[in-house]
């Protein structure tokens, strides 16, 4: 059984042959873009950080530096306790996972 994720929707949504393409052929896939909205998105990341954590108390979830179970952890612990900004949170539920993908290479 394939995950379904939400690029996978948006894949379909814009055309059902993408999505096909996508998961069977994948190495037909031009990723070019790709790179330029993830820069974007660190970019946003970034400013959010300047814009809501003035005063260095919010919390940057990396999962890079403390790995996905980690990264789950810590972000449901600081979740439930609501006391901080949390940035880059990841989170799980049944049948659905939400993580960040800032600075995190996908090739």
Not at 77 to 91: P, Q, R, T
Request: with cysteine; aromatic share 8%; proline share 3%.
């Amino acid at each position: 059984m394939r995950n379904l994720s939400k690029s996978k929707i948006i894949s379909y949504r814009q055309c059902p042959k993408r999505l096909w393409l996508e998961i069977h052929r994948p190495e037909l896939k031009d990723d070019s873009a790709s790179e330029a909205v993830f820069a974007i998105g660190n970019q946003v990341g970034d400013k959010a950080q300047e814009v809501y954590n003035t005063d260095g108390t919010g919390v940057l979830i990396d999962i890079n530096e403390i790995g996905w179970s980690e990264a789950f952890a810590r972000s449901e612990k600081l979740l439930n306790e609501g006391k901080s900004i949390i940035f880059e949170a990841a989170m799980r539920t049944k049948g659905a996972v939400s993580f960040p993908v800032k600075r995190t290479v996908l090739k």
